[in-house]
């Protein structure tokens, strides 16, 4: 097994990595939007690289995991379209009909409805579908929208956990480790669903005096009008061949990034009067942008072998309690995710977990133990994940708009009911990890 020194390159490509890091998470603090540190961080690493030889723009370029860029990218365009259809507004309308008025089960119906959503879609479009409708929905209700906002943020990062496309460091994890959707989802899909009813059952203890309100019955099903049903039908016909497209596509020897080109493809010429301009203009190229820097950040770390040499300094731990080292790479994931966002800590994790694996030692339920920590930690704060950060600003905006500060989710609320529903879902997790640890642990 290869031991590495630590030396100048090794030095310098840390010292650039942590720099970013922390300009990345304090963005808050310094108000510079986490991509241009993420960009400079990237710029410099080439560079740096350049001069003492262990980096290239050449070596930055094949850094570049293109299998999620391009994913994120036709997923996106995907949702652009189907926005506008009105269909998801019917969904949404239709789940407040079926509550007839029933607080809890409007939870659990518009919760389920969004976790299931975002085995789809990320999380991120999720919300920012839901968000605005929930808040519509419980005005009319006369009701606090706070527990149906946090339920959809910590619904949709629950949800998402459970495949391959659901959340953006699922893709990372999936595409350095050759994970396939169908083997991502047969391990996550069962924590995910214990996951969820872990988190349900917390928030109706969590909620209680909220959910034991009576409020005003409304005809949610007139309102339940779909813009463009042409459009809607055929996206949904064609996100059906996507989930089969998904399920099998390793035996076509396709990435994942090729169904949903495919899927793109199939509704820009089935779907009629599609505006391109305006599908395309709705892409995040400032998220894609922030992935693409990453990666060039962390190439530039791999190639001096800096992430290898962590990963040998903590070997003998994982080799000689691999279960330890699995929960206890879970809880730590979970609490850096809670605190930053989890897709810089994903890309930081990655190589050194595959270092690890490079020495010979089963890493496999480390992969599964990172993926359910990051997932499931962004539910502990406010800031955990994308999700919640646009959660937490629509409420604060209804707030400032209703003059009333009880409609605002603050740090506060969040650490009174976000928190213990992701801490439930890490000690089920937990329970699942360590009786069915040898499925885990199986190589795929």
């Known amino acids: 097994m290869e031991h590495y020194t630590l030396d100048i390159p090794m030095l310098l490509s840390a010292i650039i990595m942590g720099v970013t890091f922390i300009g990345i998470f304090t963005e808050g603090l310094h108000g510079f939007h986490r991509?241009?540190?993420?960009?400079?961080?990237?710029?410099?690493m080439i560079i740096v690289g350049q001069i003492y030889g262990f980096y290239s723009p050449e070596k930055a370029i094949e850094a570049i995991d293109w299998n999620v860029v391009f994913l994120l990218g036709a997923m996106m365009t995907i949702v652009s379209i189907m926005i506008p259809t009105g269909g998801f507004e019917a969904v949404a309308y239709k789940i407040a009909y079926l509550s007839k008025g029933r607080l809890y089960i409007l939870m659990i119906l518009m919760g389920t409805a969004v976790a299931?959503?975002?085995?789809?879609?990320?999380?991120?479009?999720?919300?920012?579908?839901?968000?605005?409708?929930?808040?519509?929905?419980?005005?009319?209700?006369?009701?606090?929208?706070?527990?149906?906002?946090?339920?959809?943020a910590l619904l949709s990062d629950t949800g998402g956990v459970a495949t391959l496309v659901g959340d953006p460091p699922n893709l990372m994890i999936g595409s350095a480790k050759g994970i396939d959707f169908n083997t991502f989802f047969i391990h996550m899909g069962g924590v995910v669903f214990i996951a969820y009813i872990a988190t349900v059952?917390?928030?109706?203890?969590?909620?209680?005096?909220?959910?034991?309100?009576?409020?005003?019955?409304?005809?949610f099903n007139s309102k339940s009008h779909i813009k463009d049903m042409t459009t809607w039908k055929i996206s949904l016909g064609v996100l059906g061949l996507m989930v089969i497209l998904f399920i099998v596509h390793h035996l076509f020897k396709w990435d994942a990034w090729m169904v949903a080109t495919i899927g793109l493809t199939l509704i820009l010429f089935l779907a009629p009067n599609i505006d391109m301009d305006g599908a395309f203009g709705t892409i995040e190229i400032t998220l894609l942008a922030f992935f693409i820097s990453l990666f060039v950040i962390i190439g530039g770390v791999e190639q001096t072998h800096f992430l290898e040499y962590i990963g040998s300094s903590i070997e003998p731990f994982v080799k000689s309690n691999l279960m330890g080292a699995t929960i206890l790479l879970m809880w730590v994931?979970?609490?850096?995710?809670?605190?930053?966002?989890?897709?810089?800590?994903?890309?930081?994790?990655?190589?050194?977990?595959?270092g690890i694996e490079a020495q010979g030692i089963p890493a496999m339920p480390l992969w599964w133990a990172l993926a359910i920590g990051v997932g499931m930690g962004g539910n502990g704060t406010h800031l955990g994940s994308t999700a919640n950060v646009f959660i937490v600003t629509l409420s604060e905006r209804l707030a400032k708009k209703e003059n009333d500060p009880s409609l605002a989710i603050t740090p506060y609320v969040w650490f009174k009911k976000g928190t213990p529903a992701m801490i439930a879902t890490l000690i089920t997790s937990t329970i699942i990890f360590l009786i069915f640890f040898d499925f885990f642990a199986e190589p795929i």
């Open 201 to 219: 059952l917390s928030l109706k203890f969590l909620f209680k005096k909220e959910l034991s309100k009576k409020p005003k019955n409304i005809d």
């Open 116 to 152: 299931v959503i975002s085995l789809m879609l990320d999380n991120v479009t999720t919300v920012v579908i839901f968000g605005p409708i929930i808040i519509l929905i419980a005005n009319a209700l006369k009701v606090n929208p706070i527990p149906y906002l946090l339920t959809a």
């Open 35 to 44: 991509t241009k540190f993420a960009m400079l961080g990237a710029i410099v």
């Open 333 to 354: 994931s979970a609490i850096f995710s809670a605190m930053i966002d989890n897709i810089p800590f994903t890309a930081a994790m990655i190589p050194i977990i595959a």
